[in-house]
Nanobody, 120 residues
Framework: QVHVTESGGGLVQAGGSLRLSCVVS????????MGWYRQAPGKQRELVAS???????NYPDSVKGRFTISRDDAKNTIYLQMNSLKPEDTAVYYC??????????????WGQGTQVTVSS
């Protein structure tokens, strides 16, 4: 069974940076697609970064130019580099993996997430 463990969140001032990590255990790292989601209190979970073999990297306008998704196959780890953070980026962040070629579709069990809080 595949498991993910997110880390790297914390409290940061507006304008600061954080790098989130997601360690994938089991056979999940053979999945070709990956994504990072976030969920703020009272809001639905939203996709903030993804990679698929057909579409490459994708970001919504709200984070484009500030967030970067990447992976290290040797470490079975997915990263989310977040720069120029804003208070509206405050949320719990989750990673997932899949096999979709275009629109990212999460396929594995969700982890606990990591809390990111951005103060103004």
């Amino acid at each position: 069974q595949v498991h993910v463990t997110e880390s790297g969140g914390g409290l940061v001032q507006a304008g600061g940076s954080l790098r989130l990590s997601c360690v994938v255990s089991g056979s999940g790292f053979s999945f070709s697609a990956m994504g990072w989601y976030r969920q703020a209190p009272g809001k639905q979970r939203e996709l903030v970064a993804s990679f698929t073999t057909g579409s490459g990297t994708n970001y919504p306008d709200s984070v484009k130019g500030r967030f970067t998704i990447s992976r290290d196959d040797a470490k079975n780890t997915i990263y989310l580099q977040m720069n120029s953070l804003k208070p509206e980026d405050t949320a719990v962040y989750y990673c997932n993996m899949g096999v979709s070629r275009y629109a990212f579709t999460p396929m594995i069990n969700w982890g606990q997430g990591t809390q990111v809080t951005v103060s103004s």
